[in-house]
C-alpha cells in the first residue's frame, strides 16, 4: 500500500489573530501578566467553565500547586486522585508534603470509581482529585457527596475539560477549584499556560497572593494598602501578558476548534464501531448524561502485545499514534511519594498497557481522516486471529 503522507499525531492550533494580538501585546510594554489581553482570556475561561474566579498561570500544574498550597496540607496528610493521570496531578500536592492515594478507574470513562475513592478516604484524607479524562466528566455528583460527607474538597484537574459539561453543568465550574491547561498539547493553547478556577469565593484573595509570589500586589494596585509585602507563601504564578496575548486569540477562535475537533471525533466513532466490536476493541465511553470536549480519540486494544503491532501497523500507513499515562502508582515517583489503595489498581493497568491515542487537532484534512480510519480497520488483533502473538 503507499501512504499519501505522514498524518501528525498532534499539531498545536494556530488561531487566525495570534500574532497581530502577540505584536500589540509587545508593543503595549506591558509585559507582566495581568493586562488586557489576560482579562479577556480570563473572561472566556469564565464564560465557559461558570467558575467563580479565573486567575491564569504559567500552567496547569502551577494551578494545581497553588490549589496544594490553598488546601494547607501538612505532612502525612492525604489527596485521593486516579492513578491514571499525568503526574503534576501528584507532585503538586506532594511538594507540600502531602500522599498521593492512588485509586483504580472505570473501564469505560477511564475515570476515577467512586467505589474505590470511597473506600480509600482515611480520617487524613484532606481532598479528592478528580481528572476528567479525555474531556468526559467524572461522576461527579457521588464524587461531591463522599466529599460532603467527609467535609473535603473536591479540586477538578480539567487539563482536557473545556467545553464539556456533567448533567448541564461545564466542567471547571463545579469543584472548590479546578485546574486548566493551555499547553500546546491541549485544545486551545498558548504555547504553554493554565488557570486556576476558584469556585469558593472565600479562597479568592488567598489564591491571588499566593499567585503573585505571597504577595499583597493586587490590593495595592486596587489602592486598598500604601504598600505591598510579603504576606504569605507563594511562587510566581501569574502568566506573562504575551502568552496571554496568544491565549485570547486562541480562546476566540474555541467554538470553531471544538466543531473541528467533534467532526473528527464522531467520524472517527462511526468510522470505527463495526470493526472494533468484531476486533474486540474498546472505544471511548460517553455516558448520556455528559458532553465531551473532544480532547483525545483513544482505543482499548485487546492485548498488550496487540499495541506495538497496532502502532508499527499505522506508521507504515503513514499514521502517528501513541499511547497515553503510564500508571502514576507503578511509577517510581508514585511508589516513593505516593500509597496505592487497597485493591490496587488493575483496571488501571490493563487499560494503561493497552491504550492508543489517534490523531486528534485542526490541522487534519478530511482525506486524513479517511487515511487514519482505512489504516485502522486493515489492523486485526491478536484476539480476531485467535491467538495471541
Ligand atoms: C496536560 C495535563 C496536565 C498538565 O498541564 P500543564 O499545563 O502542562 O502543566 C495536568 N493534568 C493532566 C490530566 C494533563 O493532561
Partial sequence: MTATGTVPFHVPHTAGRQFEYLRSALESGDLDGNGAYSARAAERIQQLTGAGHVLLTPSCTAALEIAALLLDL???DEVVMPSFT?????SAFVLRGAVPVFVDCHPDTLNLDEKAL???ITPRTRAIVAVHYAGVACEMDEIQRIADAHGIPVVEDSAHGLG???RGRPLGGIGTLAAQSFHATKNVHSAKGGALLVND???????TIIRDRGTNRHQYFLGQVDKYRWVDLGSSYILPELLAALLAAQLEEFDTVQRR?????YRYHEGLAEW????RVLLPVVPADRVHSAHLYHLVLPEPGDRAAFLDHLRARGVNATFHF???????AGVRYGRTASGGCPVTEHVAERLVRLPLHTELTPAQVEQVLDAVVSFRTSESRGSLP
Fill in 326 to 332: 503510564v500508571p502514576l502508582h507503578t511509577s517510581p
Fill in 164 to 166: 464539556a459539561s456533567y
Fill in 86 to 90: 499525568f503526574a503534576p496531578t501528584a
Fill in 261 to 265: 475537533r467533534r467532526e473528527v471525533w
Fill in 118 to 120: 470511597q473506600a480509600a
Fill in 276 to 279: 472494533a466490536a468484531a476486533q
Fill in 74 to 76: 501538612a505532612p502525612g
Fill in 201 to 207: 469565593a472565600n479562597l479568592v484573595d488567598r489564591a
